[in-house]
């Protein structure tokens, strides 16, 4: 049967139809009055989603153009830096670190594993001549559904004073807590195809007062991302180049379904879904990746032992069209991964659960009781 296919990976995620059927219409100019005030609208509403008075830019980019930008208008080739890596994300920092000849310090943790907090203390206590010029973490790992205290390293980052902290928040905006104007994050970046319930194409980048400051003395070539361009078009409720309108379009309308639900909603919402994920997955006896003091809400990663991953994933989406994510690198093969974020609801987790059940069933996995998976699901949403 066409068009039933659940969306059950950690982006992109699924489009409410108001929002898709808002996008369906013919693009309008990017300098019109009409666009300008829808984005003033959108302005408003990302810096009450993001929790903050600084300015939320928008980029016509995926997550990783934020995270290029979040990098290249704040620091200068040769400043030393801490990576996080714990994941295929934190890799990609500090790749992208690396890229733009930075002079890379990496804290690793096993994927798998939230990164060691104690770490960053240490290296920034014992930075006395302040040569670390930035921190840099993934919030939400989504390669392994592990969620990095971002609220302590920050802590330790602003113990040491000079450094900035720039976070990689592509799926944990809009599905975790982060109060990015309370904790003093300096440059947070995200992507429209997570957390925001509209698809792939914007980045977004928050920016601090502090680094407003080191943007003025920041040598790594810019040109596309610089974000001065955006900061003041921002201003004006525009943009330097053109926006992909129809998409703004959906944000305007996605960010009223938010504010509606509310951001303890949201964030409520995406525990329940996290919750139920994690008890069904224990029920059926399957291990789970990542610790349940440092689960990410927004995407839970499966270790099956007696069954393939891939073969759970293909038959789940030839018998009952819902896609799940595969593992990345090292991971391939090893692990599937449930995502939960964005417009997603207890019925869509019910389903892909009593799926899976029934996939491992066909798989000749019986070492399960039928039913375990729903019934501890069911018993998290009936206590929340
Ligand atoms: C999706 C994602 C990104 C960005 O990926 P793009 O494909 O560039 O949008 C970055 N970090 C994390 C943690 C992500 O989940």
């Not at 049967?1 to 982006?11: A, C, H, Q, Y």
């Not at 040769?78 to 690396?98: H, I, M, T």
């Not at 389903?351 to 066909?362: D, K």
């Amino acid at each position: 049967m066409e068009d039933k296919l659940m969306l059950m990976i950690p982006g992109p995620t699924p489009v409410p139809e108001q929002v898709l059927s808002a996008m369906a219409k013919h693009p309008f100019g990017h300098r019109s009055g009409e666009f300008s005030s829808i984005m003033a609208e959108v302005n408003q509403n990302l810096k009450w989603l993001h929790q903050t008075e600084n300015e939320v830019l928008t980029l016509t980019a995926s997550g990783t153009g934020a995270m290029e930008a979040a990098i290249i208008n704040f620091l200068s080739p040769g400043d030393r830096v801490l990576v996080g890596s714990n994941g295929k994300f934190g890799a990609r920092w500090v790749e992208l670190s690396e890229a733009f000849g930075l002079e890379v310090e990496t804290i690793a943790a096993d994927w798998g594993k939230p990164l060691d907090t104690e770490q960053f203390q240490q290296q920034l206590v014992a930075d006395t001549e302040k040569k670390i010029k930035a921190v840099i973490v993934t919030h939400s790992e989504t390669s392994t559904g592990v969620l990095n205290d971002l609220e302590t390293i920050n802590r330790y980052v602003k113990d040491h004073g000079e450094a900035l902290i720039i976070v990689d928040a592509v799926t944990s905006l809009g599905a975790i807590n982060l109060p990015i104007d309370t904790w003093g994050l300096d440059v947070v970046a995200s992507g429209s195809q997570k957390g925001y319930m509209i698809p792939p194409g914007l980045g977004f980048v928050v920016v601090s007062p502090k680094a407003w400051q080191a943007y003025q003395t920041a040598k790594i070539p810019r040109f596309y991302l610089d974000l001065g361009a955006y900061k003041k078009a921002s201003a004006k409720n525009s943009n330097p180049f053109t926006p992909p309108v129809n998409l703004v379009v959906a944000l305007q309308v996605a960010l009223r379904m938010m504010q509606a639900e509310g951001l303890d909603g949201i964030f409520s919402r995406h525990q329940r879904l996290s919750k139920a994920t994690r008890e069904a997955v224990k029920a059926l006896g399957l291990p789970l990746l990542a610790p349940d003091h440092a689960a990410s809400t927004a995407v839970t990663a499966v270790a099956p032992v007696s069954v393939e991953s891939d073969q759970i994933r293909a038959v789940i989406k030839k018998r009952f069209d819902i896609a799940l994510a595969g593992g990345q690198d090292h991971l391939k093969g090893k692990i599937f991964r449930i995502g939960h974020l964005g417009f997603v609801s207890e019925r869509d987790i019910l389903s892909t659960i009593s799926s899976l059940e029934a996939v491992l069933q066909e798989l000749g996995e019986d070492s399960f009781t039928p039913g375990a998976g729903v019934t501890a699901a069911s018993r998290v949403f009936a206590q929340s």
